[in-house]
C-alpha cells in the first residue's frame, strides 16, 4: 500500500449512539446517546476539515440520525462543500415531512433498513410496528422522487426469506438492494450462533448472483461479501476487488469523535479523537492504520498468507475477519478460500488481474488511484 494515495474519500459518520430501537443485530449495540457527543460547530468544523482533505462521499449513520436534531443543518454545510451526503435511518422517525426536508437539506440518497418479511424485521428489529413503518418510507421517497434503496444485514435469522424479501422489494418500486452479512460485533457477539454458518455464507453468494441476473431490484453487495475464486468474480460481474479500504480511502467517525479506519470497525481500531488532534492530523500520522497502510503479506494468517489474490484482497472485510479469528486477515468468510478447500480451482486470471498481480510483484512503485469497489452508496 506503499504508493497508495491516502485520503478520506468516503466517510461514514456516527451522528448520535441514539436510537429509537434495539436491533438483535447492531453492531455497535446502540440505544442511549453519549454523553459527549460532537457539538453542531464541532460538526461543522469537521465537515469543512474533511471537505478539505478530499472528502468526496458523507454517510450521516448512528444509532438513528433522525434523532440527532442538527441533520439538516450537517447536511446542508456539507452539500455547501461538494460532498455526496447520504443516510441510513431505520425509517422509524420518518415522515413526508421529514422527506420534503431531505431534499430542501439537498440530500443525495438515503437507505432503508430492511431486514426480512413483516415477522422476521420486526423480531429483529424488537418493535411490532417497524415493518409498515419502512413500507410507508418506501413509498413516500417514492412519490417525493427522493433517491432510495434497501439496506439488508443478512443473518441465519433471515438467509431463507431472501427470495420473499426480493419480492416485497419490486412490489414497492424500489430500485437499489444493499446486501451485507452480519458480523460478531455489537449486540451479535452474545448471538454467535445467529451470524450465518458458511454453508448459509455460500448460499447468500449464490442468490446475490442469481438475482443480478435478474430484471428488477438492483443488488449491490457489501463490502464484506465475495472475494476472488469463481463466485467472488461472478458477483462482481468480473470486476475486480480490491480489499478493505480502511484508513486509505474510507474513514468511520464516532459521535464523541473518534476516528477508525471504519465506523464498523471495532473499538480496538479507533486511532485517536478530533477533541485531542485533529482529524488531519490523526489521518496523516505516518504510523496510523498501520494494519491497512503498512500491510505485508506477513501481516496475514492462517490461509490467507498464502493466498494467489493477497496482494489484492489483503484479506477481505477487517472486521469480518477480526471478528471470527482475532485477526486482520484470517478471513474464513471467503468464497475463493471455501472453493479451494472444496477443491475447486478459480479460473486463469483475466490478462488485467494478471498484468496487476504482476505489477505488485515488481520492485518498481505502483501508482494507483483506485477508489472502492462499490459506488459509496450506503454501507450498515
Avoid at 52 to 70: I, N, Q, T
Avoid at 98 to 118: H, P, Q, W
Avoid at 285 to 292: E, K, S
Avoid at 293 to 316: D, I, S, V
Wanted: charged letters at 25%; hydrophobic letters at 30%.
Amino acid at each position: 500500500m506503499s504508493d497508495f494515495k491516502f485520503y478520506p474519500h468516503y466517510v461514514v459518520w456516527e451522528t448520535t449512539f441514539a436510537c429509537n430501537m434495539r436491533c438483535v443485530h447492531c453492531g455497535t449495540s446502540a440505544g442511549k446517546r453519549r454523553p459527549d457527543e460532537l457539538t453542531t460547530q464541532e460538526s461543522l468544523s469537521l465537515i469543512d476539515e474533511l471537505a478539505d482533505l478530499g472528502c468526496a462521499h458523507m454517510v450521516l449513520s448512528g444509532g438513528e440520525p433522525l434523532l440527532r436534531e442538527d441533520w439538516r443543518e450537517l447536511t446542508k454545510r456539507s452539500k455547501q462543500r461538494g460532498i455526496g451526503t447520504y443516510m441510513i435511518t431505520n425509517a422509524f422517525a420518518m415522515t413526508p415531512k421529514i422527506v420534503d426536508d431531505m431534499l430542501a437539506a439537498g440530500m443525495d440518497k438515503i437507505g432503508i433498513s430492511f431486514d426480512g418479511t413483516e415477522k422476521t424485521h420486526n423480531y429483529i428489529r424488537q418493535r411490532d410496528d417497524s415493518y409498515a413503518q419502512v413500507i410507508n418510507a418506501f413509498k413516500w421517497c417514492k412519490e417525493r422522487n427522493l433517491k432510495f434503496q434497501a439496506v439488508s444485514q443478512i443473518s441465519n435469522i433471515n438467509i431463507g426469506e431472501l427470495d420473499q424479501m426480493r419480492e416485497i422489494l419490486n412490489d414497492n418500486g424500489t430500485v437499489d438492494w444493499r446486501i451485507q452479512m452480519t458480523t460478531t460485533t455489537g449486540r451479535m457477539r452474545g448471538l454467535s450462533d445467529m451470524v450465518l454458518s458458511l454453508p448459509n455464507y455460500a448460499k447468500l453468494i449464490d442468490k446475490c448472483i442469481e438475482f443480478r441476473k435478474l430484471d428488477g431490484v438492483k443488488i449491490d453487495p457489501g463490502e464484506n461479501i465475495g472475494y476472488f475464486g469463481c463466485k467472488g468474480t461472478e458477483l462482481i460481474d468480473g470486476g475486480i476487488y480490491l480489499g478493505c479500504y480502511a484508513g486509505t480511502r474510507v474513514a468511520g467517525i464516532e459521535s464523541n469523535g473518534n476516528i477508525k479506519g471504519c465506523l464498523s470497525m471495532q473499538e480496538e481500531f479507533v486511532e485517536g479523537n478530533i477533541r485531542d488532534s485533529s482529524f488531519t492530523e490523526i489521518w496523516n500520522r505516518p504510523d496510523a492504520f498501520a494494519y491497512n497502510r503498512q500491510f505485508t503479506r506477513e501481516t496475514a494468517g492462517g490461509p490467507c498468507r498464502e493466498c494467489h489474490y493477497l496482494a489484492l484482497c489483503r484479506g477481505g472485510c477487517t472486521t469480518t475477519s477480526f471478528a471470527q479469528t482475532g485477526e486482520r486477515a484470517n478471513n474464513p468468510y471467503c468464497i475463493h478460500r471455501m472453493e479451494l478447500e472444496q477443491g475447486i480451482q478459480a479460473p486463469p486470471d483475466e490478462p488485467y488481474i494478471a498484468e496487476i498481480l504482476a505489477r505488485f510483484e515488481s520492485p518498481e512503485p505502483v501508482e494507483t488511484d483506485s477508489s472502492p469497489r462499490s459506488t459509496p452508496d450506503i454501507p450498515s
